[in-house]
């Protein structure tokens, strides 16, 4: 048996490209499936040599028994699809779903713990898997952060059946081996009960403490100190749960009888997800995402908004001033080249502008108050710039001693540079916007 390299080829079909990572049982590749021009996940199984040929033999049957376990869920969206087994050099290789993101696990090293929103949107999606898995007769046995993947497109995925089993599977056990990792493995398997579907929520406790607060609350120095842990320490009190204190404090319950089914746990899940502000991490496409400003990006935004809200303030107050007939000075533009295309251009562009407020609004007004409110704004922004001119060729005339047609003029070029200014402020307000909401996204 040879180490494979990246550029090999896989069951005559799978080009290993890059390692993606490795574990105690084998490594996972990125991998060109050539035959349909498409990128996947292969997980190569690692068998030393000097292993002892009972333990070569149980590894074979457990990734033998991980595809198959898989395979039965490959359907559920909220589980890493196998799609192939190939058996290479006498070694079984098994062809999973590519996910282009990263680990929860990954995610909490290089960024710190999850918002509650977020870990609540976790903890649906891993329940939502958990009772797939379940419905099968499938037990994971494995939850924990590192089997959690994180996909750049929101999804969240429970993945690794290498310890997991069907009530059909014959046992396998191997002298001195802890068949998961300790610091998430529920305190009846550590006493001899094992295969409960009660087990995993226990692991789920565990992992939304980890996701919640940052840190693995039974873990400890040695193995020993964790396996006494798991059975014997309650985990600390957790510090930014907040409302997931709950479901998080009954999954870790050490009876498996006094935690929650998977129905009840999504259930309370609901439940809290129902008591979250609107900016959740799932939302709707067709709702709109004012994200929470940076402090440094607040002034920008905060002037270009001004700037929109002085020029609105401008054209209104010569509108008044234009009260109540604007007939007048529209008549000098018709002896203007080109002072009527202007002038409506800009009452149009105005009333643009004023519409364009309405997406500021707090999303839970409603679409059709938010509509209504757009439609208004249009309206009197459109009304409002049609009277400025007036107001502005009176002031020009009253205040200068200016004929008609040159108070027209005057009052054209001013409401013409005032429009500008609340369009350009209006663009660059919205544009902050959406690069805001798309970072936010990214971050999410």
């Known amino acids: 048996m040879t180490s494979r390299l990246a550029g090999d080829v ?51 049957a457990r990734a033998t028994r991980e595809a198959r376990n898989a395979a039965r869920l490959r359907k559920h969206d909220g589980i890493v699809a196998v799609h192939d087994v190939v058996i290479d050099d006498g070694l079984p290789w098994i062809v999973m779903e590519l996910i282009d993101g990263c680990s929860l696990s990954e995610h909490i090293k290089q960024h710190g713990p999850l918002p509650v929103d977020r870990v609540i949107a976790v903890a649906v999606a891993l329940l939502t898997a958990i009772g797939a898995a379940h419905r099968e007769g499938v037990v994971h046995r494995d939850i924990k952060p590192a089997n959690v993947m994180l996909s750049q497109n929101g999804k969240i995925l429970l993945t690794d059946f290498g310890t997991a089993i069907h009530h059909t599977d014959s046992a396998l056990t191997a002298t001195g081996m802890f068949i998961g990792s300790a610091e998430y493995m529920a305190p009846e398997r550590l006493r001899g009960i094992d295969g409960l579907p009660a087990g995993d929520l226990f692991s789920l406790g565990v992992t ?25 320490e309650e985990a600390p009190a ?13 999954l870790l319950d050490k009876d498996p009888g006094g ?6 746990a999504l259930a309370m899940a609901g439940d809290i997800a129902g008591e979250q502000p609107a900016t959740t991490v799932h ?30 303030a401008v054209i209104t107050a010569l509108a008044v001033a234009g009260l109540p007939d604007a007939g007048e000075t529209w008549g000098e533009f018709e002896h203007l080249e080109g002072a009527v295309v202007l002038s409506v251009a800009d009452v149009v562009l105005a009333g643009l502008v004023c519409a364009s407020l309405a997406r500021f609004m707090p999303v839970n007004f409603g679409k059709i108050v938010i509509a209504v409110v757009g439609v208004a704004g ?28 040159e108070s027209a003029t005057m009052s054209l070029a001013l409401i013409s540079i005032v429009v500008l200014v609340a369009v350009g402020s209006a663009l660059s307000s919205q544009l902050l916007v959406r690069c805001e909401t798309i970072k936010s996204r990214t971050r999410s």
């Open 238 to 250: 957790p510090q930014r749960a907040g409302p997931l204190t709950r479901l998080i404090t009954r």
């Open 10 to 60: 896989v069951g005559r079909r799978y080009r290993l490209a890059t390692e993606l990572g490795s574990g105690g049982f084998g490594r996972v590749w990125r991998a060109r499936d050539e035959t349909l021009d498409v990128d996947v996940a292969i997980k190569e199984l690692q068998l030393p040599p000097e292993m002892p040929e009972t333990e070569r033999a149980e590894r074979l």
């Open 208 to 232: 939304l403490y980890q996701a919640v607060e940052g840190f693995s609350p039974f873990r400890r120095d040695t193995q020993e100190a964790t396996l006494a842990a798991v059975l014997l």
């Open 283 to 312: 939302v709707r496409r067709d709702t709109k995402i004012l994200p929470v400003w940076p402090k440094k990006r607040q002034p920008v935004v905060v002037t270009a908004l001004m700037g929109v809200m002085t020029a609105l």
């Open 259 to 264: 935690r929650p089914t998977v129905d009840e």
């Open 378 to 405: 249009l309206v009197f922004g459109c009304g409002a710039t049609a009277f400025a001119f007036h107001g502005a060729g009176e002031i020009f005339r009253n205040e200068m001693n200016l004929l008609p047609q």
